[in-house]
C-alpha cells in the first residue's frame, strides 16, 4: 500500500541555515511525488513537483527512488520560509489520488 | 485561469444537525474534484474524490457522504453530525492525468457542539 511518511512534526531552523524537510515514501511502482505548503493564514498550494525539476523559491527536492525520499532541501532558510510542508504521493496505483504526509510545521528562528 | 471557492469558510453547528458545504471550480472542465480532512497531527485525509457527475468514491467510512450533481459542483453533506466531524476541510480540483498538481480551496473550519 502506499504511504508517506514525514518523521518530523516539527522543525526549527535559523535563518540563513540550510534547512531540509524529510519525506520517505512506500509505493510499488513509478510514483509522482509532490511538495506542498501552506502559509499562516494562506490556503494549501502547491510548492514543486518532482517531474518538473524545479526550485521555486529556493527549494529543491530530489527523488530518490534508492531510499524511496524525496527531501525539501533549502540551502538558506528564510522567515517567509516558516509554514506547514506536505509530502505528497500520486501514481497510477493511486487512480489519481494523493496521499499525503502528516506534514512538518518550519518554524525559521531569525 | 481556473479558481476554486468554496463556502462558507466557518460554521459552527451543533450535534446532531445536518451539513452542507459546497465547492465549485471555474474555468475547466471536467475536473477530478476531492474533499480532505485536515486535523493537526494527523495530516490531509482524503474523503471522497470523484472523477465525473455522479461517479463519488469514498475512501474512509463514516458519517459523511458527497455529491457532484454538476461537472464543476461538489457537496460534501451529513444528515447528523457528530462530534468527531469537527475540523478543516478541503476541497481540491486537479486536471485528469499523472504529474499535475491540486489546487486547494480556501477550506472551511466546522465546530460540531
Known amino acids: 500500500a502506499q504511504r508517506v511518511t514525514q518523521p518530523e512534526k516539527l522543525l526549527s531552523v535559523f535563518k540563513g541555515a540550510p534547512v531540509e524537510l524529510k519525506c520517505n515514501y512506500s509505493?510499488?511502482?513509478?510514483?509522482?511525488l509532490f511538495w506542498y505548503v501552506q502559509y499562516s493564514r494562506q490556503r494549501l498550494q502547491l510548492l514543486l513537483r518532482h517531474i518538473s525539476r524545479e526550485s521555486i523559491k529556493g527549494f529543491t527536492a530530489d527523488l530518490n527512488k534508492g531510499e524511496t525520499s524525496f527531501h525539501l532541501k533549502k540551502p538558506f532558510a528564510q522567515e517567509e520560509d516558516s509554514a506547514m510542508y506536505y509530502c505528497?504521493?500520486?501514481?497510477?496505483?493511486?487512480?489519481?489520488?494523493?496521499?499525503f504526509g502528516t506534514g512538518t510545521s518550519l518554524t525559521v528562528i531569525p | 485561469s481556473q479558481t476554486i471557492h468554496q463556502w462558507p469558510a466557518t460554521l459552527v453547528q451543533p450535534v446532531g444537525s445536518p451539513l452542507s458545504l459546497e465547492c465549485t471550480v471555474e474555468?475547466?472542465?471536467?475536473?477530478?474534484l476531492y474533499w480532505y480532512r485536515q486535523a493537526a497531527g494527523r495530516g490531509l485525509q482524503l474523503l471522497f474524490y470523484?472523477?465525473?457527475?455522479?461517479?463519488i468514491s469514498s475512501e474512509v467510512p463514516q458519517n459523511l457522504s458527497a455529491s457532484r450533481p454538476q461537472d464543476r459542483q461538489f457537496i460534501l453533506s451529513s444528515k447528523k453530525l457528530l462530534l468527531s466531524d469537527s475540523g478543516f476541510y478541503l476541497c481540491?480540483?486537479?486536471?485528469?492525468?499523472?504529474?499535475?498538481?491540486?489546487?486547494f480551496g480556501s477550506g472551511t473550519r466546522l465546530t460540531v457542539v
Open positions: 509505493y510499488s511502482g513509478s510514483p509522482e
Open positions: 470523484s472523477v465525473g457527475i455522479g461517479q
Open positions: 481540491a480540483w486537479g486536471r485528469q492525468g499523472l504529474g499535475y498538481g491540486y489546487t
Open positions: 505528497a504521493l500520486s501514481g497510477r496505483n493511486t487512480g489519481n489520488q494523493f496521499y
Open positions: 474555468g475547466t472542465s471536467n475536473p477530478n
